[in-house]
Each structure stands twice: as structure tokens, then as C-alpha cells.
């Protein structure tokens, strides 16, 4: 009896897992709308009212029942090259931009008024950390990933110097004065590679964060001592990487490039807290 009483010990959590997945409470989040025909092969953001569909040089502004409202566009590519994503912050729509896939990287921050469809402000970047992907603001400073490719990375003699392990996420403070930054975890470098972090969010402090393609959101976490996140957990979406957003209910929006929709997921269990 001792023994059979020791294994069930064991196996108790195991057999709660299943029976947990088996009732439907898997972890992660479902999808329960999406939008599709929507301009985004980019990213998307949100706020109360409306959410923004955004690709290389376009954003567009959709009621919440997806009827297209407005649009901002830039034809020259000197401009406005490659927007990642974007996140509406105190009545502003900020949206990372890059140069990318041009060599040397360089990056800036485009801000627009999303109630007039609007560009209102930049934050040049330059040529400095890489590609800026996404913007997230923290308490009192704001957080900037800056990534780099194993399949556009600098070169120099033919061969790749700057590659995947060259990300890292920059903090700044509200005047956009570098104060530290962080570079990821080796075995988080290993699965996002070929590419980088494409999307990304910050709650209760911690980042939230896709790649590429992946159906996941990888969760960082900041380091006791040193300069490398921790990574510490991901979670299953129903869409492949690209910029993300989270509204003011706790719903998780994404895209699909391939089928061009715009997606809205709810929370299982695990979901990002509110």
C-alpha cells in the first residue's frame, strides 16, 4: 500500500494535467474573433474603441466590428520603410519603425493621433542598436527591442557578425535617455532563430513576448544580478508571432499574414494577468 500510495503521489499532478486539458481548460488562449480583409502584415494595436492595423507603410483604423475607418499611408520608402507594431499609450498611437532589411540597421519611433490618423512626432534612433520591433512603457521609462537576424545580419568579410544574439531590449527613460539594457536568454536565441523577438508587451513586470511564426508568447523576466533575461515560461496563441496587443479587458490581439485577419483570443488559464 505504502508503494501505491507513493505513485499516486506522484502521478497526481500528471492526472490532473490531462483531466485539466481534457475538460478544455488547456493553458493559453483561444480565439474567439477575427477580422478578415484587414490591412496588417505587421502588427496591430488597440485601445477602447478601435484597433489599428499596421503594415510595412500603412496603418489602418477599424471600428471594433472591423469596418475600416481611416487610413495613414506613405509612398516613399526614405520615409517610412518597415513599421513591426504599435501601441496606443495616454491618446497616442507609438509605432516601431526600421530600415529593415537595409544595411546598417537604423530605427525610429513614428507617433500618431489616432483620433485623426494623424503623424504628430519621431524619436530617431539612427543607426545604433538595430531594428526596432516594439515599444512597451514601464514605470516611469519606456522599453525598446532592438533585433537583429541571422538572415540580415552586418557583415564584414562575408561572414555574419551581428546575428539573432545581437537583440536586446533597451530602457529609456521618458526623455529618451538610455538608462540600461538586457540581451535574451542563449535557449531563447536557439528557438526564435533564423529571426528575432517580433512582438512584444510588459505586465506586472514581466515582458510577453513573440517571434516570427511561433504560436507562442515567450515570458521574460528580469535577471537577480547581470545583463541576460531570464526565460521563464511561454504560452500557446492562436496566431504565428508579429506585433501583438492587449486590451483594456484582457483580450490578446494578433495577425495572420497568410490569411489576412486580424485575430482576438481570450485567456483559457496562464493568460497574461490583468
Same mark, same amino acid.
Request: with cysteine; net charge negative; glycine share 10%.
Given at each position: 500500500m505504502r508503494i501505491?500510495?507513493?505513485?499516486l503521489r506522484k502521478?497526481?499532478p500528471a492526472?490532473?494535467?490531462?483531466? =485539466?486539458c481534457?475538460? *478544455?481548460?488547456?493553458?493559453?488562449?483561444?480565439?474567439?474573433?477575427?477580422?478578415? *480583409?484587414?490591412i496588417?502584415n505587421?502588427g496591430?494595436?488597440?485601445d477602447d #474603441?478601435?484597433f489599428?492595423?499596421?503594415?510595412?507603410?500603412?496603418?489602418?483604423?477599424?471600428?471594433?466590428?472591423g469596418d475600416s475607418?481611416a487610413?495613414?499611408k @506613405?509612398?516613399? &520608402? #526614405?520615409?517610412?520603410?518597415?513599421?513591426?507594431?504599435?501601441?496606443?499609450v +495616454?491618446?497616442?498611437?507609438?509605432?516601431?519603425?526600421s530600415?529593415?532589411?537595409e544595411?546598417p540597421?537604423?530605427?525610429?519611433?513614428?507617433i500618431? +493621433?489616432?483620433?485623426?490618423m494623424?503623424h504628430v512626432?519621431?524619436?530617431s534612433?539612427g543607426? /545604433?542598436y538595430g531594428?526596432?520591433?516594439?515599444i512597451?512603457p514601464?514605470e516611469?521609462c519606456w522599453y525598446?527591442?532592438?533585433a537583429?537576424y541571422?538572415?540580415?545580419? @552586418?557583415k564584414?568579410?562575408? /561572414?555574419?557578425?551581428r546575428?539573432?544574439?545581437?537583440?536586446q531590449?533597451?530602457?529609456?527613460?521618458? #526623455?529618451?535617455n538610455?538608462?540600461q539594457?538586457?540581451i535574451?536568454?542563449? /535557449?531563447?536565441?536557439e528557438?526564435i532563430?533564423?529571426?528575432s523577438?517580433?512582438?512584444g508587451?510588459f505586465?506586472d *513586470?514581466k515582458f510577453y513576448c513573440?517571434g516570427h511564426?511561433?504560436?507562442k508568447l =515567450?515570458?521574460? @523576466?528580469? &535577471?537577480p544580478?547581470g545583463?541576460?533575461?531570464r526565460w521563464? $515560461?511561454s !504560452? +500557446? !496563441?492562436p496566431?504565428? $508571432?508579429q506585433g501583438i496587443?492587449?486590451?483594456? +479587458?484582457g483580450?490578446?490581439w *494578433?495577425?495572420?499574414r497568410?490569411t489576412? #485577419?486580424?485575430?482576438?483570443?481570450a485567456a483559457?488559464? $496562464?493568460g497574461?494577468?490583468?
Amino acid at each position: 500500500m505504502r508503494i501505491v500510495s507513493t505513485l499516486l503521489r506522484k502521478l497526481f499532478p500528471a492526472l490532473c494535467g490531462v483531466l =485539466f486539458c481534457s475538460l *478544455g481548460f488547456a493553458q493559453g488562449y483561444r480565439a474567439v474573433q477575427s477580422f478578415p *480583409g484587414v490591412i496588417a502584415n505587421q502588427g496591430v494595436a488597440v485601445d477602447d #474603441q478601435y484597433f489599428y492595423g499596421i503594415s510595412n507603410a500603412q496603418i489602418t483604423k477599424y471600428a471594433k466590428n472591423g469596418d475600416s475607418l481611416a487610413t495613414w499611408k @506613405e509612398k516613399d &520608402p #526614405q520615409l517610412i520603410r518597415h513599421f513591426d507594431g504599435g501601441i496606443v499609450v +495616454d491618446g497616442l498611437l507609438y509605432c516601431s519603425h526600421s530600415n529593415f532589411p537595409e544595411i546598417p540597421m537604423a530605427s525610429s519611433i513614428e507617433i500618431f +493621433d489616432p483620433e485623426k490618423m494623424e503623424h504628430v512626432g519621431t524619436v530617431s534612433f539612427g543607426i /545604433e542598436y538595430g531594428s526596432c520591433t516594439w515599444i512597451v512603457p514601464g514605470e516611469d521609462c519606456w522599453y525598446v527591442c532592438f533585433a537583429h537576424y541571422d538572415t540580415n545580419g @552586418e557583415k564584414a568579410a562575408g /561572414e555574419v557578425i551581428r546575428d539573432a544574439s545581437w537583440t536586446q531590449i533597451i530602457q529609456y527613460d521618458k #526623455q529618451w535617455n538610455r538608462l540600461q539594457g538586457w540581451i535574451l536568454p542563449k /535557449e531563447l536565441i536557439e528557438e526564435i532563430r533564423p529571426m528575432s523577438l517580433s512582438g512584444g508587451l510588459f505586465v506586472d *513586470g514581466k515582458f510577453y513576448c513573440t517571434g516570427h511564426d511561433a504560436q507562442k508568447l =515567450f515570458i521574460l @523576466e528580469f &535577471p537577480p544580478y547581470g545583463m541576460r533575461l531570464r526565460w521563464t $515560461g511561454s !504560452i +500557446d !496563441i492562436p496566431f504565428k $508571432g508579429q506585433g501583438i496587443a492587449l486590451d483594456s +479587458d484582457g483580450f490578446l490581439w *494578433g495577425i495572420d499574414r497568410k490569411t489576412k #485577419q486580424i485575430i482576438k483570443a481570450a485567456a483559457r488559464t $496562464g493568460g497574461i494577468p490583468r
